[in-house]
Every structure is written in structure tokens, then in C-alpha cells.
């Protein structure tokens, strides 16, 4: 593995590690304010956030974005993976309130196997090595996340359709991330996921200013970490990331999503949960080794 590599992996790795304590914000912000509310309250200040560092890296460099047709296809691309996003983020958000932080980690995370299966269709070719890993992982999701056996209840079920949605809006990120800056089509798909969510939040949920201030802690960590860091560095990473290493790599939020609960909510891990702890991680290092491809 290349050095560049390395580095988007580890970007990768602390998405994963962000994205997994943002399911205790979800959960603790379903508390104060609707699921449409909490979306657009966290997707449109993530846009907000990252204003200043398009700025910021404009300034000086009339050529950061190096031609019209980069811009283009910056807010294009931007555009359609906050359609997705949209989408991907109000089943997440709707079923993070029907089911359990650690079950809802682990559904969510089921994109590991979905990716590979969708690049097939793109003709991308797979690493044996990959494969094994999603059998891994996915068997490590199981012991860490389902421990009363699995029964697919409405929450569960709009979480199993978030992960498909999640599984686009990688393969998307992987297609759009090559043709314009990363940044920049962060910022747009942000604010496009959030005024998606603003019409039905106005009219089903009827948010005030005061329960949104109450909602303001986990609001603020998923709006400006989850959000303007988390899917940036996603975007940033997967220029130089297989989309099914990059899907292994950030399953890792479903551990992440447990460790959280066991500090952040007193949730206590099992040996049995430790155990697929350990298989996941197998899974990502095995991932990143080099392999015969097959098609």
C-alpha cells in the first residue's frame, strides 16, 4: 500500500470512528425534535461549516477549482449525492427511533456486502481477499450487534433500506469525487439532504427555535463532525480508494457505534461482542493486503 493510500485509509478510519458516536446523537437527539428536523438542522449547518473552508482554500489560488466545468460538475455531482443522502439519512433517522443504537449500527453497516455486489454490475473487479473480508465482517457484525436472535420490525426494515441507499451514495461518491473537488461537492450535498428535509419538517413536525436549541449538543456533533467532517473526509479519501475497501473501512462505525454506547449511555460489551470486534478489524486489515482480482 502506497503512502497515499495509507493516508485515505486512515481518513477513512476516523470517519468511521465519528459516524459510530453519531448514532448515540441521533439517538439523543430524537429526544428533543422530530427525525426531518434533526436532518435538516445537521445537514444544513454542516453546508454552513464548510463555507469558510472553500474560502479559505480559494484564497490566493484562482485556480483551485481549475476551470468552469469542474464547478459544474462540482454542484452536479453535489446535487445528486444530496438526493441520495436525503433519502439514505430520514430511514437511518426513522429507524435509529424504532430499534436499538447497536442493531441499527449494525443493518446500516450491511453496505460492506451490498457494495461488492453492485460493482459487479460496474464491471469493477474484486480482490478474493475482499471478498473473505466481507464475510468477516459481516459475521463480526452479527456477534457485536444481534444478540436476541434477528426479527426484522419497521425500524429495522427502514434501516435495511438505508443501507442500500448508503451503498449508491458511495458508489456515487466514488463516480462524482474524481471530476471536482471534494469539498465542494460536500458543501452543496449537504445543503441540498438538508432543504430536502426542511418541507417536510415544517409541515409534520412544526419545529420551534427553543426544542431545537434544547437539541443543540448532538445537533452540533452531527451537523459539524458527522456531517462537515465526516462525509467530507469520505469524499476526499475514496479519490484514492477501492469503493469496496472504503465500504469495509467505514462498516468500522458499527463498532464504533457500540464502544459509544458502552461509554457514552453505560451500555457494557460481551465477550461475545468483543470477539466480533476482533473479526471486523481482521476483516479491514485483510482488506488492505494485496490480492488476485476477481471478476
Not at 454542484?75 to 439514505?88: D, E, R, W
Not at 461509554?263 to 476483516?283: D, I, Y
Request: aromatic fraction near 10%.
Amino acid at each position: 500500500m502506497n503512502r497515499k493510500s495509507m493516508g485515505s485509509s486512515l481518513m477513512l478510519l476516523l470517519t468511521a470512528f465519528i459516524w459510530g458516536v453519531a448514532f448515540v446523537a441521533q439517538s439523543v437527539g430524537m429526544e428533543y425534535v422530530g427525525p426531518f428536523t434533526f436532518i435538516a438542522s445537521r445537514f444544513i449547518l454542516g453546508g454552513l461549516v464548510l463555507i469558510p473552508v472553500i474560502l479559505f482554500m480559494r484564497r490566493g489560488k484562482t485556480d483551485h477549482f481549475r476551470k468552469d466545468g469542474e464547478i459544474r460538475e462540482g454542484i452536479k455531482g453535489g446535487i445528486l449525492c444530496g438526493i441520495v443522502l436525503f433519502v439514505a439519512a430520514s430511514f437511518q433517522q426513522f429507524g435509529v427511533s424504532m430499534t436499538t443504537v447497536g442493531k441499527a449500527g449494525f443493518i446500516t453497516a450491511l453496505y460492506i456486502v451490498i457494495v461488492p455486489i453492485l460493482g459487479i454490475f460496474m464491471r469493477k473487479k474484486i480482490l478474493v481477499s475482499v471478498w473473505i473480508s466481507v464475510v468477516l465482517a459481516t459475521v463480526g457484525m452479527y456477534l457485536l450487534c444481534i444478540t436476541e436472535g434477528f426479527r426484522i420490525g419497521t425500524g429495522d426494515l427502514c434501516v435495511c433500506v438505508c443501507a442500500v441507499c448508503f451503498s449508491f451514495h458511495i458508489l456515487m461518491i466514488d463516480y462524482v469525487s474524481p471530476k471536482a473537488d471534494g469539498v465542494l461537492i460536500s458543501c452543496v450535498q449537504f445543503f441540498t439532504a438538508g432543504v430536502l428535509a426542511l418541507l417536510p419538517a415544517a409541515i409534520l413536525e412544526r419545529p420551534s427555535a427553543s426544542v431545537i436549541l434544547a437539541a443543540w449538543q448532538p445537533i452540533a456533533y452531527a451537523g459539524i463532525l458527522s456531517s462537515g467532517v465526516g462525509y467530507t473526509l469520505q469524499v476526499v479519501a475514496q479519490k484514492n480508494t477501492d469503493p469496496t475497501v472504503a465500504s469495509l473501512l467505514m462498516s468500522l462505525e458499527s463498532v464504533f457505534s457500540l464502544l459509544a454506547g458502552w461509554v457514552l449511555l453505560g451500555q457494557k460489551l460481551s465477550p461475545r461482542e468483543l470477539f466480533g470486534c476482533l473479526l471486523v478489524f481482521g476483516a479491514v486489515i485483510l482488506a488492505q493486503l494485496p490480492g488476485r482480482a476477481k471478476t
